[in-house]
């Protein structure tokens, strides 16, 4: 029986006042098992499969599938989309090929309505993606070090999208965009130091924060124990941190400033290579 098994890694999206167009592929996995048998794909796996074959212009087959790994599901690190590329891969290679990576991509980007994750989970490294699915990657060095701090509490992405405002004032607008350029040329030089600063947000971050309230006392801290700046990670609940020295001491003092207990933190690097495919036969 054919079996695909897809490795996606985690995201984390926006970095702050990127908002659904920044995001950096992380060293945690999920894996998707996809296999030519019969299955009842329901929810998620359903609406993939319909997308794909609808877009790969093909008869449907039966197919049955499975997850597992280490991303926490719901707390802003791109658990749906490790779920829906790893779907979208499966199919196509039972399909024989008939999707190129950029169109599997470009699929998922459709179903989650937002590019950020999906460009990272796909490729790796730092992405700008933008409405139309176009992007730009770039490598990050294993110098940095990604500090999460994922509460024991989900966040679903619609919900988080929900509180955001129809309209900002324009002076927020202003700041929020020169601080995402600001954040992108600094990754693609890898003039990490730049990056001081460049994370505030007015365009989401302000919005969520009832939904995580010590969003801001975690980054704050953080910051405080060395790190180069703090974001809310997607849509949350998770709070990442980004730093060149000391993650141990940053994590410690992200989760005496979170005020939670039952907190799980990952100290992780960059993923520079993307979603991965293996067939067996
Ligand atoms: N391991 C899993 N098994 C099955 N479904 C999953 C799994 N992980 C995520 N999902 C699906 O993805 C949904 C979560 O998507 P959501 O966009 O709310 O969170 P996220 O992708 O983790 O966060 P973000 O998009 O902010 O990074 C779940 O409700 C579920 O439908
Ligand atoms: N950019 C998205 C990421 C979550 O999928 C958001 O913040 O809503």
């Known amino acids: 029986m054919k079996e695909v098994r897809t490795k996606v890694p985690a995201t984390t999206a926006n970095l702050g006042p990127g908002f659904d167009c920044l995001g ?5 996995y999920n894996e998707v098992i996809v296999r030519a048998a019969p299955g009842h794909p329901d929810g998620m796996a359903d609406q993939a499969a319909e997308a794909f074959f ?6 449907p087959f039966d197919f049955d599938w499975s997850v597992k790994g280490q991303v ?4 802003g690190m791109g658990s749906s989309v490790t779920v829906r590329l790893g779907l979208l891969h ?8 008939p999707l190129s990576d950029v169109a599997l991509y470009q699929l998922c980007c459709d179903l989650e309505g937002h590019p950020d994750n ?3 989970a796909a490729f790796g490294g730092f992405t700008v993606a933008r409405k139309d699915a176009s992007f730009q990657r770039y490598k990050v060095s ?7 701090l994922v509460p024991d509490f989900e966040v679903e992405t619609p919900a988080a999208r929900k509180a955001l405002p129809e309209r900002i004032p324009f002076k927020d607008a202003v700041v929020s965009a020169s601080n995402a350029a600001a954040i992108s040329a600094a990754f693609a030089s890898e003039e990490y130091e730049n990056l001081r600063g460049t994370f505030t947000d007015y365009l989401h971050q302000p919005y969520r924060l009832p939904l995580i309230p010590c969003l801001n006392d975690v980054i704050a801290a953080g ?3 060395g790190a180069i700046g703090g974001w809310l990670s997607g849509s949350g609940s998770t709070i990442a941190c980004v730093t060149l020295a000391d993650p141990e001491k940053v994590a410690r003092a992200m989760q005496e400033a979170s005020g939670l207990k039952n907190t799980k933190v990952f100290i992780t690097q960059a993923d520079n290579k993307g979603a991965r495919v293996k067939v067996r036969s």
């Open 72 to 75: 926490p599901r719901s707390r």
């Open 24 to 28: 950096i592929a992380l060293r945690i």
């Open 142 to 148: 294993k110098k940095l070090r990604f500090v999460l």
């Open 223 to 225: 910051e405080k124990a």
């Open 90 to 97: 499966g199919l196509n290679e039972l399909a024989d090929g």
């Open 118 to 120: 999906a460009a990272p």
């Open 54 to 59: 609808t877009r790969a212009d093909i008869a």
